[in-house]
């Protein structure tokens, strides 16, 4: 795969087809998020596989940005395993690392022929409880997964960039 084309070409899906996720491909995301890279290699990761109607519908009671995936992955991280540093956004690695998993799993699907759309429009306390999540597990991302339905587009500002010379400065 051309990484780079696969970044040109993806977009968040915001309309998801009834076709459900095959495991296999499901897992090759998964799989991707196990490689993605990590503060000091901590991996803090956890990852909640979200499939059922009854669980997806949690999700929705918790996010103002649903647009009804078979599949939701709720990114989380731990605490306890992230890197620690005073000089780090809220002295963890937790939110990066989380992060550049999502970025990976994305990619991922593309791959495997899947959309994806990274939320982060959630209520983080309401989610958790929603879950029963350990307090050391920190909501971080949704990402939705799935194929996209015969009519999804990329939003209208999906091809908008800055140039690189406005956020690119060598010294």
Same mark, same amino acid.
């Given at each position: 795969m051309d990484v780079l084309a696969a970044i040109k070409e993806r977009f968040s899906v915001r309309k998801y087809s009834?076709?459900?996720v095959e495991p296999e491909k499901l897992d090759a995301v =998964? *799989? /991707? /998020?196990?490689? /993605? &890279?990590? /503060?000091?290699n901590r991996r803090p990761q956890?990852?909640?596989v979200i499939e059922s109607e009854e669980a997806r519908a949690r999700v929705k009671a918790n996010s103002s940005s649903?647009?009804?995936p078979p599949v939701v992955l709720l990114v989380c991280y731990d605490v306890e395993l992230a890197a620690q540093s005073p000089?780090? &956004? %809220? %002295?963890s690695s937790g939110v990066m690392d989380a992060s550049i998993v999502c970025d990976e799993m994305m990619l991922a699907a593309w791959e495997q022929g899947l959309g994806s759309c990274w939320v982060l429009r959630f209520d983080s306390k309401g989610m958790a409880k929603a879950f029963g999540l350990p307090e050391n597990v920190k &909501? +971080? +991302?949704?990402?939705y997964i799935g194929y996209a339905a015969d009519d999804c587009e990329p939003a209208n500002f999906h091809t908008t960039l800055?140039? =690189?010379? *406005?956020i690119v400065t060598r010294l």
């Open positions: 009834d076709r459900q =998964l *799989e /991707a /998020a196990m490689h /993605a &890279p990590t /503060a000091m956890k990852i909640y649903y647009y009804n000089d780090l &956004p %809220g %002295g &909501p +971080a +991302a949704l990402l800055r140039p =690189l010379e *406005e």
